[in-house]
């Protein structure tokens, strides 16, 4: 699987990751829970993400920052 085919995209109901437009796995709550369905198929996360929620890309390191800070 190319990392390049696959999207990491962030909604209202959380994490879910897309390859080539067909989601991986049902939303996830963490992006630990992301993480361990990219390890699955064998790829890392990609470098950035689609926010949906704000409607633009974000850095995948920008969203693990903005999550700790919440918690």
């Not at 994490?15 to 939303?27: E, K, V």
Request: with cysteine.
């Amino acid at each position: 699987m190319k990392t390049t085919d696959l999207t990491l995209s962030i909604t209202e109901n959380g994490y879910s990751l897309i390859y080539q437009g067909l989601p991986l796995c049902n939303d996830k709550q963490t992006l630990g829970e992301i993480d361990l369905v990219a390890k699955m198929y064998k790829c890392d996360l990609p470098l950035v993400a689609w926010n949906g929620i704000t409607g633009n890309f974000v850095t995948t390191s920008t969203i693990s920052t903005e999550n700790e800070a919440k918690q």
